[in-house]
């Protein structure tokens, strides 16, 4: 709701009127629509093509009693629950997007204040405001005594806002000194803040190209796994003696069986559940590093970044000033200035600034104030008269609206010494004294005495982060652009991010942006410091980014970052900031240090080096699992695994090493195109080992060996190209890397040799003549295989390079 009422400043409104507002809706309530329902999670986790072919596989093998060929479901389940768990805790972050954090409102009804949720707030309410106070709809100040709010959370610039009469005041700041009252008038959707919250809180999951190129594998074995089911039913039936002999004689079950075997072997689900736990165990490390990941995949997220935007308040800066320094000039006549300065740090309405004076100049006898004229933004000065010790009237503020353009003329003393100090980047207040004490009147025209001289210079700095420059200086190295973007002056900015290394003479003042998203990206890529941006430009200029190809990071802390940070590939909070910047961040940096960004970007890279290791694995599965079931639907052959079969060699020799693989410490770079690298060895390999199976399956009927023989001999002969290809992937070995694929082998030997695996697993004698072709096969195909490798090892040298190629799974 948004308008303008008449209401009685003293008095406020009624309870007659609030009823009134209520029943037209016009309260400040406000339920944004959830980012995403539970049911649509589910739904796009369960309810998924290969889960429905997975599930009706499963069911199909029970109602035909063989479940002991069911045991893939244990995977299509474990992937279902992962993947609603990581959407779940997704859900939960962007639905705890809260902009009040004000447990109460103070309002002014029937002349009487009362203190209410912020959310019977209703359109009119005059809110009573005082320091502390967090304003909870946006409203219209209609009266005022010194009342300054801070909007840094929502507009990024630093210093407090003087709010007089008429000025408005939005949700979401925060009033920081003097007190007043204002009229509410807008409420709900359409305050400030919530206008924030409604872009924030649009569920979007983060880029990952992980999960992009697994899931354009599924839509390519989604699109080929309905005909190449038919003609495997199709084969397996005309070898049970045809569709009609088959349903007579009941041989059309093991016709089922097989070719459900084909079908599952095709279905990458492992590739899905290691990429998934990669993510989940990365979240769980980088939590003991005081580091929240509210997206699993943006552990990979940012070991993909090439430019990182940079907040400079809250983010490289604590967002807080400090006292720097005081800068004397020769005043005759104006002693006891330090004394003066400590009352102004004591003083019980000091602002943040002269706060900062309590230290550096204790008070030990107070001064005892004749007249004051309270600090205002408006005019950016303030003053205060004694008599007697440090007689005079002494006024504090900014040089250039105390002395005019003196103060910033470099030929003056007070003018070089003001504009040198303020080309360092630090703030300056110049305290001036006139030797006549200031009369009621000045005080209440708030009017500059007469005679008035420089005494000194006072400087503050922002002060920064100790571990900012130390990670900047690590994105550097590692080839990663940086960006400082803030609310503040440009000058200011600029010398910010020269403390922390960034050499940049001066800032870009963003008010001169362009408009067109294609200039603003040249100008984005040679600059590097901005300064009086707007929440909407910061959102711009990510876009801009990213319009040119560059994946970029975007750290923040206020309301003001909060739709950059969303727009962002990777959103980066500080756990200082505002719950909705928080919120909507892949990453919060729970203990405010920047130093823990290099460990997410160690942990990305090891995630997205060891998933395209195993990722190998599970590809060239899904490729000789798919030669195989066109190969043996054209030649109309028996399929020769059991689906339990295919479960046990998958496992020992894909799924368990896989786990342990994708898990080990990795520090390789990212490099793009881990689909194109992968593929690279995944298509060939499978394709050797389809055409090997093939080959072994007509010669073995060839020699009269029998089917289940013949199904044992493929087992065998897949377990061991199988564990050739685990190694080949592995290396350079390791001790860690043998005691893996040592056990698996272990594992292999007992379920070929222990009667009740074997059993179980329906393995028998193939025999003497089917055990030398078995073993010609295996060397033959592992002779292809190390050939494949080779030839993959000379495409990585030629894509990434010889140093990056050597580096590489």
């Known amino acids: 709701m948004d308008a303008a009422t008449d209401v009685d400043l003293a008095r406020g409104l009624s309870e007659a009127d609030v009823a009134e507002r209520r029943a037209a809706g016009q309260v400040n309530a406000y339920a944004a629509d959830s980012s995403r329902s539970v049911w649509n999670i589910v739904r796009a986790n369960v309810f998924t093509l290969f889960n429905g072919i997975v599930a009706s596989c499963f069911l199909v093998l029970l109602l035909v009693g063989r479940w002991q060929d069911a045991l893939f479901g244990i995977s299509a389940l474990a992937n279902a629950v992962i993947g609603c768990v990581q959407e779940f805790r997704a859900k939960a972050a962007l639905d705890r997007l809260a902009l009040l954090n004000a447990p109460r409102a103070r309002v002014r009804r029937d002349g009487q204040e009362r203190e209410i949720a912020p959310g019977d707030v209703v359109l009119g309410d005059i809110l009573v405001l005082r320091a502390g106070d967090q ?119 093991q016709a089922i069986v097989n070719t459900i075997a084909s079908l599952i072997a095709m279905i990458p689900l492992g ?57 004397p000039l020769h005043a005759p006549g104006a002693g006891g200035w330090q004394h003066v300065l400590g009352w102004y740090g004591a003083a019980p309405d000091a602002n943040a600034t002269s706060r900062c004076l309590r230290e550096p100049f204790p008070v030990s006898n107070p001064l005892t104030p004749a007249e004051t004229i309270v600090f205002s933004s408006a005019r950016k000065w303030s003053a205060v008269a004694f008599r007697g010790e440090a007689e005079g009237t002494w006024v504090l503020g900014a040089p250039e609206m105390v002395f005019g ?42 009017r500059l005495p007469a ?36 609310g503040d002056n440009p000058r200011t900015v600029a010398a910010i991010a020269r403390e922390v290394g960034v050499d940049m003479a001066e800032g870009y003042d963003a008010r001169h942006l362009p408009e067109d998203d294609a200039k603003l990206a040249e100008i984005l890529e040679t600059h590097t410091v901005f300064g009086r941006v707007t929440p909407e430009q ?175 001999g493929s087992t065998i002969i897949l377990a061991v190209v199988g564990i050739w290809i685990l190694t080949v992937l592995s290396r350079p070995i390791d001790r860690y890397k043998v005691l893996v694929i040592g056990a698996m082998f272990l594992g292999l030997i007992a379920v070929f040799t222990i ?46 390079g010889p140093a990056e190629a050597a580096l590489r799974p």
């Not at 003196?406 to 360092?424: F, K, M, Q, R, W």
Request: charged fraction near 20%.
């Open 135 to 253: 304003i909870p709809a946006d409203a219209t100040v209609a009266a005022a005594r010194g009342l300054q709010v801070d909007e840094s959370m929502l507009t990024g610039e630093s210093d407090a806002v003087d709010k007089d009469p008429g000025a408005d005041v939005l949700s979401g700041s925060i009033v920081v000194a003097g007190e007043g009252d204002a009229e509410v008038v807008r409420v709900g959707a359409d305050s400030y803040a919530n206008r924030f919250a409604d872009e924030a809180k649009r569920f979007s999951l983060v880029s990952s190209e992980l999960r992009t190129s697994i899931n354009r594998v599924l839509k390519w074995v989604a699109w080929g796994i309905g005909p190449i089911g038919l003609l495997v039913l199709n084969a397996q039936m005309m070898v049970a003696g045809g569709w009609v002999d088959a349903f007579q004689t009941g041989t059309w079950v």
């Open 271 to 327: 590739l899905v559940l290691m990429t998934s736990i990669a993510f989940a165990v990365g979240a769980v490390k980088l939590a003991g590093k005081q580091v929240l990941v509210n997206e699993l995949a943006a552990v990979e997220g940012l070991a993909r970044v090439d430019v990182v935007c940079l907040d400079k308040t809250g983010t490289l800066t604590v967002g807080e000033i400090e006292f720097d320094g005081t800068h």
């Open 405 to 446: 353009d003196a103060a910033s003329d470099p030929a003056s003393p007070l003018g070089g010494l003001v504009t040198s100090l303020a080309a360092t980047g630090r703030r300056t207040l110049v305290l001036g004294h006139a030797p006549s004490v200031l009369t009621e009147a000045e005080a209440r025209d708030e």
């Open 451 to 486: 005679g008035l001289v420089p005494v000194a210079v006072v400087t503050f700095r922002e002060q920064v982060r100790p571990d900012a420059a130390q990670t900047l200086a690590y994105f550097r190295a590692q080839g990663v652009g940086i960006r400082i973007i803030s």
């Open 538 to 712: 910061k959102k711009r200029m990510v876009t801009a980014l990213q319009s040119t190809g560059h994946t970029v990071a975007m750290t923040g802390d206020g309301v003001n970052d909060a739709l950059a940070i969303k727009t962002a590939d990777i959103g980066i909070a500080m756990n200082s900031g505002s719950p909705a910047t928080k919120a909507v961040a892949r990453l919060v940096l729970l203990d405010g240090q920047f130093s823990h960004l290099p460990d997410v970007v160690a942990e990305g890279r090891q995630v997205i080096a060891n998933i395209e290791r195993v990722s190998m694995l599970f590809l060239t599965k899904t490729t000789y699992a798919t030669g195989l079931a066109i190969l043996f639907g054209i030649l109309v052959l028996e399929f020769p695994f059991l689906p339990r079969q295919l479960s046990i060699t998958d496992g020992l020799t894909i799924g368990i090493p896989a786990f342990f693989l994708a898990l080990m410490p990795n520090a390789e770079r990212y490099a793009p195109g881990f689909l194109r690298r992968s593929l690279s060895f995944a298509m060939p390999a499978g394709i050797v080992i389809a055409v090997a199976l093939t080959v072994y399956t007509v010669l073995a009927m060839q020699l009269g060996v029998p089917e289940p023989a013949l199904r044992t």
């Open 755 to 800: 009667p009740i695996l074997t059993e179980f697993l329906q393995l028998v004698d193939p025999g003497e003549a089917a055990a030398y072709l078995i073993a010609l096969i295996i060397i033959a195909t592992i002779g292809l295989i190390e050939l494949v490798r080779l030839v993959h090892l000379r495409f990585l040298r030629r894509t990434l």
